[in-house]
């Protein structure tokens, strides 16, 4: 019932779409109508998609994903009718398995049937080790004599056959020649897409402690060193707008506490501007490249 609901649904939208396609085409407004669409997809895909992380030690991980009002995770739970009572469960006697006892017992009383193997001929008298020997040094030296490769069939087979395939490493070498040109673009377009990335609003507080002064003092440089370095390399390859981070060291008790909040955001309209320009570059090159190698295959077939 439910599976009709939603095909009669989507054959309605599908209907009034054509609707008023059909409508716009005859006031002849239809591409008035496509350019404004298309700009309205502009203006949207022009908003960031924001995903907000708040860790805690109390609270754990909470992640909430949106995009202008939609909040896309996490996902509310839609209310599901309750499932009917399942039926009780069949109840087995042992007269129900009465009569599978009764084969069994037929299958043991049936004897077992043995059939003798049928008598085998004796086999045949064998060759004098004589007559073997000789057939078999004949046998090689006419084997030898075959194999024998004739100088001047082998050279004229040789040229027929054209090149000798070549190794693993020269097709190897060959395959990277072939791709080296696209790696700088790759490598460029994987940068841009980093950098696109934004870490706002970046909040990290941590509190650590050691009964020992000596102790607390080694365990805050660390915690530290590793805070510092791991922003430092966030910040290399993704930009960040750090807005606190903190370590706090607590004498006399041991203690480890903290928090940590921040903001990913990422213009769609970006990602695709990046992703269209360096295709353009790509096909670019593809050309320059095949432009190349009929030059090159054209001075090797004239020299």
Known sequence: MVSEIKKGKLI???????AVIALLIYLGIFWWTMLGILAVIIILLHFSLSINVKASRAEGVKITAKYLFLTLYPRKKSSQPAKPNAPPAYEYNDDDFSELDDIEDADEDEP????????????TPALTESSDKAEAVSEKKAKAEKQKPDKKESKKEDKLAGPKP??????LKEKFELVKPYIPIGWKAVKKFCKAIRFEGVDIWAEVGRFDAHEAAIYYGAVQGALFDLLGKIALFFTLKLKRADVRCCFGENKLDGAAELTVRVRPSTLIAIAFCTGIKFIITFFKERKKRKQAAKANATA
């Open 12 to 18: 309605g939208a599908v209907i009034a779409v054509i």
């Open 166 to 171: 070549k190794g693993k490493l020269a097709a």
């Open 112 to 123: 077992e049937s043995c059939d003798e193997p049928p008598e085998t001929e004796p086999p």
